[in-house]
């Protein structure tokens, strides 16, 4: 991607080092972000959940002015670009639709933090909390999507943002919450509504990248490719599969592999919020 040099969002919250302000259980901590995207991806949905912090410190160390792992600054800057670049990207999509964009705030953190959502460890991977309007991410989260995952590139890790920034997009647009009414009245349906919240979120994602590109140039050969195998990584049957366990369908809650992979496509290719209205189009 050409994210170098482009515009920093004002709206990341560096909280790397500072703790929950309780103990972590056992077992949390990057060790085990390998569980973090099978929770996250598989069974955990913390944006059925819903903290302030101060904004950052100086680079080079953690909201608690503790030093931080050098190696992740330069992660730190690629996604307060891509956050900048969503900022720049949802406004005049969403005045289409009579909706005021309101800038989400992306919380760095380690090992664990606080939110509106409650107590949450690294284990369960990004997360968007619809009642702070945070996006939450330990970016020890990255290195495990390319080791484990096999999902590598720096496109791939825009797209674990902007799919975030995508339930903030669903938040502001009324979906979160009927979705979370549509799943309170129905435990049957409630993994067939999460299906269809992540895959819009996916092609929210889709979305962005394709006005990135039109409006910026921000992608480059090969930039594609890893965006669709990031989509393909994390869906629930290769999930299911790479665990070792048998693939049951009725337990997805984020999609299959071909499902995220052509929801974020289709995003991509069309660029439009009607392309991606999963609840009515689920059967395509």
Not at 81 to 107: F, H, K, M, N, Q
Not at 187 to 210: F, M, P, T
Not at 250 to 264: I, K, L, Y
Request: glycine share 12%.
């Amino acid at each position: 991607m050409r994210w170098q040099g482009g515009r920093r969002s004002s709206n990341i919250e560096d909280r790397r080092g500072m703790g929950a302000g309780r103990p972590l259980a056992v077992g949390g901590g990057a060790a085990t972000l390998v569980i973090a995207v099978l929770v996250y991806l598989l069974g955990g949905d913390p944006g059925d959940f819903v903290s302030q912090a101060p904004q950052s410190p100086s680079s080079g160390v953690g909201g608690s002015g503790a030093p931080v792992d050098p190696a992740q600054e330069p992660l730190k800057e690629f996604v307060s670009v891509i956050l900048a670049d969503t900022e720049d990207t949802w406004p005049a999509l969403l005045s289409g639709v009579g909706v005021t964009y309101e800038e989400p705030r992306l919380v760095l953190f380690s090992d664990a933090v606080e939110s509106a959502c409650g107590f949450q460890e690294s284990a369960v991977g990004p997360f968007y909390c619809p009642g702070d309007q945070r996006v939450y991410l330990d970016l020890t989260f990255f290195g495990e999507l390319d080791r484990r995952l096999g999902a590598s590139g720096d496109f791939a890790q825009a797209y674990v943002v902007a799919h975030e920034v995508g339930h903030h997009v669903q938040n502001l647009m009324g979906t979160s919450q009927r979705v979370q009414q549509l799943r309170a009245r129905s435990r049957a349906d409630a993994n067939a509504l999460s299906v269809l919240q992540e895959l819009q979120a996916d092609c929210y994602a889709g979305i962005w990248a394709h006005h990135a590109q039109q409006q910026r140039q921000v992608l480059e050969p090969g930039d594609v490719e890893e965006g669709l195998n990031a989509a393909s990584a994390i869906g629930d049957d290769t999930l299911q599969r790479r665990a070792g366990g048998h693939v049951v369908p009725e337990s997805f809650t984020h999609g299959s592999s071909a499902q995220r992979v052509a929801w974020f496509r289709r995003g991509l290719e069309q660029g439009t919020l009607e392309a991606c209205d999963t609840f009515q189009q689920q059967g395509r």
